[in-house]
């Protein structure tokens, strides 16, 4: 990734950007990073980070936030044409009560049926792996 003078040692999420955890990339710019949640709530659910750690909305520099929601939409699009759900729900979290669990900003691509009784909180339950990469393979292609 280059310059990493923005990211800090001890985050999940910067570790992905500096390659030190693996991940599902599925689109990556200058300024932000898309890859698959690995407890996805529903099929193709997918996160969208800057590569600048603000732990939350109210840290964040507007110059990282635009392209982070610019991101947001070029994936969000790629992953309504490939997994075809009901709707797509953003969600991006601030802080514990918000059930936020990590700490650099992130916004959620999710998937929606009206029938997947998903709520706005939910508990971390692992995906298939496999079933995950594919999918990144095929939303990474449907980036335009
Ligand atoms: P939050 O609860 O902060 O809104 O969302 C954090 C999200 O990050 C969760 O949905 C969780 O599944 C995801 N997550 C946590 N650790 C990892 C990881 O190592 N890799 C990936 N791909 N997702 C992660
Ligand atoms: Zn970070």
Request: charged share 20%; net charge negative.
């Amino acid at each position: 990734m280059g310059d990493d003078g923005h990211l800090i040692e001890d985050c999940i999420f910067c570790k992905i950007l500096r390659g030190e955890i693996p991940s599902f990339k599925v689109f990556e710019d200058d300024k932000t990073f898309a890859f698959m949640d690995i407890n996805p709530v529903n099929e193709g659910h997918a996160l969208v980070i800057p590569k600048f750690h603000a732990e939350n909305l109210y840290a964040t520099p507007d110059e990282w936030f635009g392209p982070t929601l610019s991101t947001v939409r070029r994936v969000a699009t790629a992953v309504n044409a490939v997994v075809q759900p009901e709707g797509i729900n953003l969600l991006q979290a601030n802080g514990p009560g918000a059930k936020q669990s990590v700490f650099h900003l992130h916004m959620h691509i999710i998937p929606r049926s009206a029938t997947d009784g998903a709520t706005m909180n939910w508990d971390l339950v692992p995906g298939d792996m496999d079933a995950i990469g594919e999918l990144a393979k095929k939303i990474t292609a449907a980036i335009e």
